[in-house]
Antibody
Framework: QVQLVQSGPEVKKPGASVKVSCKTSGYTFTGHYMHWVRQAPGQGLEWMGW????????KYAQKFQGRVSMTRDTSISTAYMELSGLTSDDMAVYYC?????????????WGQGTKVTVSS | SYVLTQPPSLSVAPGKTARITCGGN??????VYWYQQKPGQAPVLVVYGISGRPSGIPERFSGSKSYNTATLTISRVEAGDEADYYCQVWDGEVVFGGGTKLTVL
């Protein structure tokens, strides 16, 4: 079955960077785009961008341009999201999600989430 | 930027029908996705496209849309349907609605 397993919780200081991984199994990694979505405590879902695992091409939400980087390692079927310049506003659960493949850009399978805490 | 508007909350008695709306300019021309999220869990896709359902999602969940409104309909509501529900479209970026908290009375 399709699985997306994310790395564990992170605690970072303001101004630092965080890198979250998303290891996939059960499907062809390069056949589906990967989205990253975050959710601040008590808030809704916020899209950060996607990566095309086949080409490495990316599209980032305008809000995160210049601060986010999405990469992948096809040899281990893993996607990564790195966010720099962390502030308390970046405290959230970060999710990876597999694009469902219809070019309408929806997520059909989600990772379990990675909690990022920003604290001095 | 494109905005999707959902009611913050909706309460429905068990066995009744819940209709969760998602308003957006010309949303009828877009593919709409609906997600269910229970506390402490990742979202789950429940409806996509016109009224597609991933495997494992009950037929009680269905979607529809008109020019400016998309609707998620949950028939014969059960206690286990209590959750937050989000609509989502693509408009140059992925856009989520603010979410609707469904309470089963």
């Amino acid at each position: 079955q399709v699985q997306l397993v994310q790395s564990g919780p992170e605690v970072k200081k303001p101004g630092a960077s965080v890198k979250v991984s998303c290891k996939t199994s059960g499907y062809t990694f390069t056949g589906h785009y990967m989205h990253w979505v975050r959710q601040a405590p008590g808030q809704g879902l916020e899209w950060m961008g996607w990566i095309n695992p086949y080409s490495g091409g990316t599209k980032y939400a305008q809000k995160f341009q210049g601060r986010v980087s999405m990469t992948r390692d096809t040899s281990i079927s893993t996607a990564y999201m790195e966010l720099s310049g962390l502030t308390s506003d970046d405290m959230a659960v970060y999710y990876c999600g597999r694009d469902e493949g219809s070019t309408s850009w929806g997520v059909d399978v989600w990772g379990q989430g990675t909690k990022v805490t920003v604290s001095s | 930027s494109y905005v999707l508007t959902q009611p913050p909350s909706l309460s429905v008695a068990p066995g009744k029908t819940a209709r969760i709306t998602c308003g957006g300019n010309n949303i009828g021309s877009k593919s709409v996705y609906w997600y269910q999220q229970k506390p402490g869990q990742a979202p789950v896709l429940v409806v996509y496209g016109i009224s597609g359902r991933p495997s494992g999602i009950p037929e009680r969940f269905s979607g529809s849309k008109s020019y400016n409104t998309a609707t998620l309909t949950i028939s014969r509501v059960e206690a286990g349907d209590e959750a937050d529900y989000y609509c989502q479209v693509w408009d140059g970026e992925v856009v989520f609605g603010g979410g609707t908290k469904l309470t089963v009375l």
